[in-house]
C-alpha cells in the first residue's frame, strides 16, 4: 500500500512558477513509477508528466515548461511548472505504478486526493 500526499499547488499570475511536490509512504518508493496527471471540472484526467527508472516523459502541452523530478531518498516526486498559463488551471495529482512509466491513468494503482492550481491571466 501507497499513500501519496501532494502539496505545493496555489494562485499564481500566468507566465509564474510554481512546484508541486508528492510525498509517498513505504519503504519501495524506488520501485514504483510517478506520474502527474491534471483534470478539470467535467473533463477526463489529463497527463502531464510520468518519472521510472528508465527516464521521464512529459505531455506535448507542457514540453519545455514543466519538469518531473524524484528524490528516492526522500520519497518524494516534483513537479516543476515554469511560464504558466491559464489553461494549466486544474487540480493536479500525483500516481504511483508497479512497473514502467505510463501516460494512462488507468494504468496507475495509487491516487494521491490532488492540489490546486489556479493561473490568473
Known amino acids: 500500500q501507497v499513500q501519496l500526499v501532494e502539496s505545493g499547488g496555489g494562485l499564481v499570475q500566468a507566465g509564474g512558477s510554481l512546484r508541486l511536490s508528492c510525498a509517498a509512504s513505504?519503504?519501495?518508493?524506488?520501485?514504483?513509477?510517478m506520474g502527474w496527471f491534471r483534470q478539470t471540472p467535467g473533463k477526463e484526467r489529463e497527463f502531464v508528466a510520468a518519472i521510472s527508472w528508465s527516464g521521464d516523459s512529459t505531455a506535448d502541452s507542457v514540453k519545455g515548461r514543466f519538469t518531473i523530478s524524484r528524490d528516492n531518498a526522500k520519497n518524494t516526486v516534483f513537479l516543476q511548472m515554469n511560464n504558466l498559463k491559464p489553461e494549466d488551471t486544474a487540480l493536479y495529482y500525483c500516481a504511483a505504478k508497479f512497473g514502467g512509466k505510463s501516460a494512462r491513468a488507468n494504468d496507475y494503482d495509487y491516487w494521491g486526493r490532488g492540489t490546486q492550481v489556479t493561473v490568473s491571466s
Open positions: 513505504g519503504r519501495t518508493f524506488s520501485s514504483y513509477s
